[in-house]
């Protein structure tokens, strides 16, 4: 009786935060729709660009009112409200109505502060996706160590390191390639500290991860000052990849530019990506790396070593963040920059957790948090009236929201964080 | 006597060997980046001199730039040549309190990584008090660095409401936070308020005479009152933690949540008020800073004090005297390294690798166990904080 009671009232608070949910989105949307709308609107014409390179179709610049492409933009996220209102009262899900009207907020918000202005929309899509590239790569690694149990914060050492030595790699051979291959090799390193520490000395694991960044941002810079900086030319120089345009699909219009005109690294996420959400559900390292991180003991039991799959995993887990690094020199703008990272390990750990701990959830979370920053340069750019630190503020304020229980529950792996030992607590 | 004087040995064995081997890491690093001693590899008596000299002017440096450098006396003036300890003690009173904060936070479980932001909000307040008002001395000062405590609060408090209503993880919550002060911060020194007449750049004004902390040792030095502030908040904690009930109430649920909830202590209540106290303690360094030794508030005013405190309060393993000790430690170190980094060119950055490894082999004492072949001891349980459903 208890227990049917129990299982009652949890339900109802993932209700209650799903209600949250659909009510917050529906009064931004009528609050979009009055404020930009009707209340405070655009004077002028915005124009949205969409040709990036030579499309087959070059899509022709639209320019709408702003006021009307508010209005037209927040009825759609409206309309989307009204949607998931009845798709809640259904039960069904409620994460595509949504996500449709927070489209239609941010284009109605777009439209809106760019009135008079030329939005480059197809290039604003793309940067977004540069910018999501070493987020998507961290939370990746994330995901791999947490799901196999081991809190991994460390995600910003392992940027940061092989950054460093990635730039450090292709400047000595004057190869890029050398320096994406060594890479992973940087991260796994921090990761092999990270597992022998947190699985080996059972340290824990959040104190850990915080004292590796440290490390690392220590040592990098220390080597950035006495190294990179005094023998620049020789040390410093990273070649980077250029472009890789494919055939056909690169042509096609909007799509094209996004996708398929990027540099080797972006396409080595798309396969990464594809690869570790495929080998996570469907292969058997991928279930005994779920069950060791929600249930070792049971894990145990069936004949799995728990600590050495988990310090596998974690090994993973590096090389896979060490490629993210690479993206910073010899995926982007070559040379390594002190600091550089500058602080994407840590929104690549929240877009894990916004993300809930699933793949796709994290590359879009991680897709989401681009766009905001890239929004925000380009808004800069164009010169509009809100503070650039405040449009800069808006990943991790969406950070909080969701970890507060907006989007849903959120829950870790159940053993994320405990180290294992047989006959141990759990 | 000899039981006792074994007692203390035991006790500082491994925290011993845990700087023992930062050290001797970080001095590997020093030499086998110098130039001058690669220079010399083909002979390797001439290496291994050169190397230990490296090092030994490194550290030499480290130590004139803390504690005691004779070159600084002159005019028979003694006390000068301990200018450096002076530098000390002022780096370290922020990072006293930032620690403390962090340290608190521990106690009660909750690992405060928000001091960054909480700082920056301490030094907002403080700075807007106290240059944007005239008020008579003494009276100046406290307005200021209430002003700043409460803000800093505020900022702290928000992480423990959102905590306890809807179980968020405080490490998520507070490395957020940081960021949106971070960027707080900067439009804030942006706004007309806080422009300083005739400058473009961002600086707020400095803050009235009535609003600075009364320097101690003269002004040729920059030691200043903010150091008793520091102590008395240290003292603060330790009486908050030891003899009030709320103190503990904080330690029950830091120790285990489930149990304390069970005899009747609200746990909300105590995460919501441990975040508002230590974002208290947190913005009293921001406070000091602005009113103790920097005056104007910059964009870099922060900055590393709320994150070196998390490795202070680390290493003093969160009690209030080990964290005093703890700060003093790392004041040292960052003092001393910006004189090693001027006088022998191996840059300060060095500091944060030691600072890292001393905190990483005291978390790690079965890892030191392991190098040094040590029989395992009984010794106080080491420090965890809690995985994300924690």
């Known amino acids: 009786m208890s227990q049917v009671l129990k299982v009652s009232k949890v339900r109802s608070n993932i209700e209650k935060r799903r209600l949250a949910g659909v009510s917050v989105t529906a009064s931004l949307s009528v609050l979009s729709l009055f404020f930009f709308g009707f209340l405070n609107p655009g004077k002028d014409k915005t124009t949205f660009g969409f040709v990036l390179n030579n499309e087959w179709v070059l899509i022709k610049e639209w320019v709408v009112s702003s006021q009307t492409g508010s209005r037209i933009f927040s009825l759609v996220a409206v309309a989307a409200s009204v949607a998931a209102a009845l798709a809640f009262r259904k039960g069904a899900r409620i994460v595509l109505p949504t996500g449709i009207a927070t489209f239609g907020i941010f284009m109605a918000f777009i439209t809106w502060v760019a009135s008079g202005k030329f939005i480059p929309f197809t290039g604003l899509l793309q940067g977004s996706l540069l910018l999501a590239v070493p987020l998507i790569f961290g939370s990746m690694s994330g995901l791999i160590c947490e799901r196999s149990g081991v809190i991994n914060i460390a995600i910003e050492g392992q940027l940061l390191a092989s950054a460093f030595v990635s730039g450090v790699v292709a400047s000595l051979t004057h190869q890029s390639a050398w320096g994406l291959l060594a890479a992973p090799f940087a991260g796994a390193s921090i990761s092999l500290l990270l597992a022998t520490f947190a699985i080996k000395f059972s340290v824990d694991q959040v104190i850990l991860g915080f004292v590796i960044n440290v490390f690392v941002i220590g040592f990098t810079s220390f080597l950035y000052k006495k190294l990179l900086v005094p023998y620049q030319a020789s040390w410093n120089t990273a070649p980077t990849f250029s472009q890789l345009e494919i055939p056909l699909l690169s042509k096609i219009p909007i799509i094209g530019p996004i996708f398929f005109t990027q540099s080797v690294v972006v396409y080595l996420m798309f396969i990464i990506v594809g690869v570790i959400t495929f080998a996570l559900f469907k292969t058997k390292w991928g279930l005994r790396t779920r069950a060791i991180g929600e249930h070792p003991t049971a894990a145990d039991t069936v004949g799995i070593d728990v600590n050495k799959l988990r310090f596998r995993n974690v090994v993973i887990a590096g090389l896979v963040a060490g490629i993210g690094g690479a993206y910073y020199t010899v995926g982007s703008v070559g040379a390594f920059g002190n600091e550089m990272t500058a602080g994407a390990g840590f929104i690549a750990l929240a877009a894990l957790i916004f993300g809930k701990w699933s793949p796709m959830g994290a590359v879009f979370a991680a897709l989401l948090f681009g766009f905001a920053d890239n929004l925000q340069s380009t808004l800069t750019i164009i010169g509009v009236a809100i503070p650039s630190e405040f449009m800069l503020m808006v990943p991790y304020i969406a950070t909080i929201i969701a970890v507060t229980g907006l989007v849903g529950r959120v829950r870790a792996p159940a053993a994320d964080g405990i180290p294992y030992s047989r006959g141990g607590a759990n | ?390």
Not at chain 2, 18 to 41: E, H
Not at chain 2, 240 to 261: M, P, S, Y
Not at chain 2, 269 to 281: D, E, K, Q, R, Y
Request: positive net charge; hydrophobic residues 55%; glycine residues 10%.
């Open chain 2, 1 to 390: 006597m000899r039981n006792a004087l074994s007692k203390f040995g035991q006790a500082i064995k491994l925290p011993g060997l845990s700087f023992f081997m930062a050290f001797t890491i970080t001095g590997l690093i020093i030499a086998v980046s110098d130039a001058k001693v690669l220079a010399k590899f083909s002979s390797p008596l001439d290496f291994i001199t050169s190397a230990l000299a490296s090092v030994g002017n490194a550290y030499l440096a480290l130590f004139q730039g803390s504690v005691f450098d004779v070159n600084l006396i002159k005019d028979g003036s003694f006390i000068q040549g301990f200018y450096p300890l002076s530098e000390t003690i002022v780096t370290a009173t922020p990072l006293i309190l930032t620690g403390l904060s962090v340290a608190l936070a521990f106690k009660s479980g909750l690992f405060n990584i928000g001091a960054q932001g909480q700082f920056i909000f301490g030094a907002i307040g403080a700075s807007y008090v106290g240059f944007n008002f005239d008020l008579p001395i003494g009276i100046h000062i406290l307005a200021a660095a209430l002003t700043g405590a409460i803000f800093a609060a505020i900022w702290g408090g928000i992480v423990g409401i959102l905590k306890a209503r809807t179980g968020a993880h405080e490490v998520i919550l507070t490395i957020m936070m940081n960021y949106i002060a971070a960027y707080f911060i900067l439009w804030v020194l942006k706004t007309q308020t806080f422009l300083r007449p005739g400058r473009i750049d961002p600086i707020a004004p400095e803050v009235n005479e009535n609003a600075r902390l009364p320097l101690l040792a003269g002004s040729g030095f920059r030691l200043n009152f903010g150091i008793f502030i520091a102590l008395a908040a240290a003292l603060f904690v330790w009486w908050l933690l030891t003899k009030t009930t709320i103190g503990f109430k904080f330690r029950a649920v830091g120790a285990n949540a489930q149990a304390a909830k069970t005899a009747g202590i609200s746990v909300p209540f105590v995460i919501t008020s441990t975040m508002m106290i230590c974002g208290a303690l947190a913005g009293l360094g921001g406070a000091v800073q602005v009113l103790g030794s920097e005056y104007a508030l910059n964009t870099d005013i922060a900055g590393s004090f709320g994150f070196d405190a998390i490795t202070v309060a680390l290493l003093g393993r969160a009690q209030p005297l080990g964290t005093v000790f703890a700060a003093l430690l790392f004041g040292a170190l960052q003092a001393g390294g910006r004189t090693m980094q001027s006088n022998t060119g191996v840059p300060l950055d060095i500091v944060q690798v030691t600072q890292a490894l001393i905190v990483l082999f005291i978390a790690a004492p079965a890892f030191v166990r392991y190098i040094f072949k040590i029989k395992k001891m009984k010794s106080s349980a080491a420090l965890t904080s809690k995985g994300w459903n924690g």
